[in-house]
């Protein structure tokens, strides 16, 4: 568990992750929220929050189990 904790939490890692959930996350938002954004109702700012933490954890989730199943068979 220590060394993927260390691996999900990597600079390369973070940084992949972070770029992925802006571009999912805004598609998200435009998909679930879109109409209220432009009507100007009001926006429901945990649902924006989960849209992109969502796609970060997956994001990094995914990246630190293939580098750890990498390490493992080299």
């Known amino acids: 568990m220590k060394p ?10 973070a940084q992949n992750a972070v770029r992925v959930a802006l571009v999912v996350g805004t598609v998200l938002n435009a998909i679930n929220q879109g109409g ?10 945990l649902h924006v929050a989960l849209n ?11 990246a630190a ?9 080299e």
């Open 4 to 13: 993927f904790l260390q691996v999900i939490f990597s600079a390369r890692i």
């Open 36 to 45: 209220a954004i432009i009507s100007g109702k009001t926006v429901l700012w």
């Open 52 to 62: 992109y933490l969502v796609p970060y954890c997956v994001a990094s989730y995914s």
């Open 65 to 73: 189990r293939n580098e750890v199943s990498r390490r493992k068979d």
